[in-house]
């Protein structure tokens, strides 16, 4: 049985082929959730902006071999979980750790099929906002890695149980 990896990519913008991978978070189905840097020393204003680059002080960090070897060990064969696959599989794989099968859950289309009050399919912020107006606590998606990580998981556990 293929493991449940839930996965987060920030990014310095929206092309795999020449922006480049900010950070990735991943985790299990249990467990803490584990971020890996890629040492991006800038981003544009409106990435900063969106992601707290500066705020929360990531210029120029770089995880270690050992961290990355983690996350490699941990995805392969397994499958991504995210709130937009396509988009962090080519940042995962541009970046040369794409190790997942090649099938994903895509956390939004899965709420718009458990949840039958969307009428299109929904953002994460709208699976959060839904949960939430139905008594659910969630940690709220804030475009950093790890927040929405966390986010996604805590939904797909929710979703999963309806």
Request: aromatic share 12%; proline share 5%.
């Amino acid at each position: 049985m293929r493991n449940l990896i839930f996965v987060d990519t920030e990014t310095g913008g929206l092309d795999a082929e020449c922006d480049p991978l900010v950070e990735l978070t991943w985790a299990p189905t249990f467990g803490e959730p584990k971020t890996l840097w890629f040492g991006v020393q800038e981003v544009p204003t409106f990435i900063d902006d969106l992601i707290k680059f500066t705020e929360r002080g990531i210029a120029g960090r770089r995880s270690t071999q050992p961290e990355i070897d983690e996350f490699l060990k941990a995805s392969e064969g397994n499958t991504m979980v995210a709130a937009n696959p396509a988009f962090d599989k080519a940042f995962i794989d541009a970046a040369g750790l794409w190790q997942f099968h090649y099938r994903m859950l895509d956390i939004e289309s899965f709420a718009y099929a458990k949840i039958h009050e969307f009428d299109d399919v929904p953002s994460m912020k709208n699976i959060y906002d839904y949960l939430v107006s139905q008594g659910h606590e969630l940690t709220e998606p804030d475009h950093t890695s790890r927040n929405d990580v966390l986010a996604m998981r805590e939904a797909f556990l929710i979703l999963d149980s309806l």
